[in-house]
């Protein structure tokens, strides 16, 4: 009877969960409205008084207004100090100009409206926006000041992620997605808070740096060996939609996340995005880091353990030196002394590797010897 019950209104049930999530999102709509229309009203009071209307952004480049929280990682402070943008100033008059009609263009920001990428935003406005590059910087801007997501705002960016692995999962217009094919990866979800159902047995999952790497793993059949596991890149420094998927299958998941970087600061500063988040999107930290993440390699002291030969080591440039002193100072580095004792032995031995090294020991040194080993025995730190 049970059964027959859940099977007559299973259609009716769907409605239910349809409507429900629907309230939630009018909500959230009316609630940015809110603010947009707040900004707004501001600009035009200003103008009633024949002043000049000025934005209030939030910063997003200083540290002075980054707390950490090791559970968390960076997050701006509330109260953060702000940067004045004036219409009524040359330097910052464009500025003003594209932040405005860019809110106009999310007013009012119906559910119905669908999504839009931040290249159809350039497009709106070319001439005025100069490059995709600044359509970037003032989304992410406007989402600051707001205090909202990109994604309540509807609008996503085209991301430049590859994964593959046990992994399968379905995008919000009902596509399903399978990861698992061993020869080509797929690209990175643009609507990654749409992902549902997501299927997986990984027992882990691995950040790797740079693409050239992924596409060594997924050449030497890496998935496969070490089935089942998850593999993913951002290709360099990572997109936001590259550190919202490593967020999300950690939140669907739960399995350990390492990272696989270059032995250099540069390789350290991306792996501690995944970790712990950016100054320049501290506003979204909740939903970007992962905490978790373990450094798997490739560790400075590796080079040592495992005799690099020294023609493939590169010494460190008066940039690498200040950046190493950088991420030394850093609150998320000064409470993790194994990573301050690895740094150190990078400043002390003034040499980095890229991960293509340890093919100077065996060419398939990497997938057949270091990373099974490092996964069967806990290298990480």
Known sequence: MGSHVARQFSEVDKLRTELLNNVDVITEFQEILTRIESVILEVVTSLSKDEAPVLALPSRSSWANISFDSAVGLQMCPGSSVSAVRSDCPSSATKFGERIHTCFLFFPPAPSFGFCFHRDIYYNNAQLFGSQKAVDGLVDDISCMLK?????LHVLATSKGFISGDLCYMEEDGTRIDCRSTSAAVSVSSNIRGIKNIVSSAKFVLIVEKDATFQRLLDDDFCTKMSPCIIITGKGVPDVNSRLMVRKLWDALHVPVFALVDADPHGI?????????????AFEA??????SVMWLGLLPSDLQRLRVPKDALIPLTRR???????????????GK????????????????????????IAPDFLTSIYLPNKLRYGGWV
Do not use: F, N
């Open 148 to 152: 909202v997501s990109r994604r309540s």
């Open 269 to 281: 500063e991306i792996m501690c995005i995944y970790k712990y988040g950016s100054v320049a999107m």
């Open 286 to 291: 909740h939903s970007l880091t992962v905490p």
């Open 320 to 334: 690498d030196e200040s950046k190493l002193c950088s991420l030394l100072g850093r609150p998320y580095v000064t």
């Open 337 to 360: 002394p194994q990573w301050q004792k690895e740094m150190e032995l990078m400043q002390q031995s003034k040499v980095k590797a890229e991960i293509q090294s340890l093919a100077a």
